[in-house]
């Protein structure tokens, strides 16, 4: 019998390499791309040795022209379909808007939203026909509050993947296919340390911070729930309904006064 394949991009580390670790516990092969082979070559060894599972690496950069058609070309050279797809690559873009280039903005606009956008669009229709799929989107609770100062299109981005997400829930009720929004709070990886941003959130609370491997176990059985958006901690779901009852006024000011914490304007 042929396993089911997980295709998960930003899977070198972090949430990505956390949630390779879940899939193929629970028996899929997986197809894992990022820019970085050597990471995910080492977890593809790991995960051989643990679970029998066999990994396609394949080594891509979303923000080059034609990423999405090249990683699914590469999936159907093996003879494979996607059988659950984990949107998961992703980055901050430090500084505020006017001191950013263009050409970043675009580059994390691609990353973050076309390509997963793209993506979905092209394995959604074989999924349908086959009549079992699954889809996350990871995004974050910052698609739930205000947004900040810095980083400004994070939040944006991220609300864009949540309300995607629901949509294609609602769309895709009963076809066999079920779709989520990982929404993950400050998560234990290098996440910070690329965008230079670990000072100053290694100064938040404990009670804020969750480890990769929790979060992934939380996105994947809501997933399998077919809960369209994942909350994965109760320090989330308490931040996400408070920004959502505050008067939207106050929740802004909350928002300013804290920024300084967690995004870097310069």
Same mark, same amino acid.
């Not at 779709?179 to 709070?185: E, K």
């Not at 309904?241 to 300013?256: G, N």
């Given at each position: 019998?042929?396993?089911?394949? %997980? +295709? ?10 956390? +949630? ?5 516990? /629970? ?10 082979? $050597? ?8 995960? &051989? ?5 066999? %990994?396609? =690496? ?15 070309? $590469? ?9 659950? +797809? ?30 997963? %956008? ?34 400004? =299109? ?6 864009? =993947? ?20 990982? %929404? ?18 290694? &100064? ?20 399998? /729930? ?17 920004? /959502? ?10 928002? $300013? ?6 995004? /870097?304007?310069?």
């Amino acid at each position: 019998m042929v396993r089911r394949l %997980c +295709l998960i991009t930003g899977a070198s580390a972090g949430i990505g390499a956390a +949630l390779a670790r879940v899939y193929a516990e /629970r028996g899929y092969d997986l197809a894992l791309t990022a820019r970085r082979m $050597a990471p995910m070559q080492a977890l593809a060894d790991e995960l &051989k040795a643990r679970y029998g599972t066999t %990994c396609l =690496l394949i080594g891509e950069d979303l923000a080059s022209n034609g990423a999405a058609d090249r990683i699914l070309a $590469a999936v159907d050279a093996e003879g494979r379909v996607v059988d659950a +797809l984990v949107n998961n690559a992703g980055y901050g873009l430090p500084g505020a808007w006017h001191a950013t280039t263009w050409a970043d903005q675009h580059a994390f606009m691609t990353v973050m939203a076309t390509v997963p %956008c793209e993506l979905a669009h092209k394995v959604l229709p074989g999924m349908r026909e086959r009549r079992f799929g699954r889809i996350m989107n990871v995004a974050s609770l910052a698609g739930l509050i205000p947004g900040s100062a810095g980083h400004t =299109l994070y939040g944006a981005v991220k609300s864009l =993947l949540i309300k995607f997400s629901q949509s294609l829930n609602l769309e895709n009720a009963g076809s066999g296919v079920h779709v989520s929004a990982l %929404c993950p709070g400050f998560t234990y990886s290098e996440f910070h340390d690329v965008n230079g941003t670990r000072e100053a959130v290694s &100064k938040m609370p404990a009670w804020m911070w969750q480890d990769a491997a929790s979060v992934a176990q939380a996105g994947f059985d809501g997933l399998e /729930r077919n809960q369209a958006v994942v909350l994965p901690s109760m320090a989330s779901h308490a931040i996400a309904t408070v920004a /959502r009852l505050l008067p939207q006024r106050l929740a802004l000011k909350i928002v $300013a006064r804290q920024s300084a914490s967690y995004r /870097r304007m310069e």
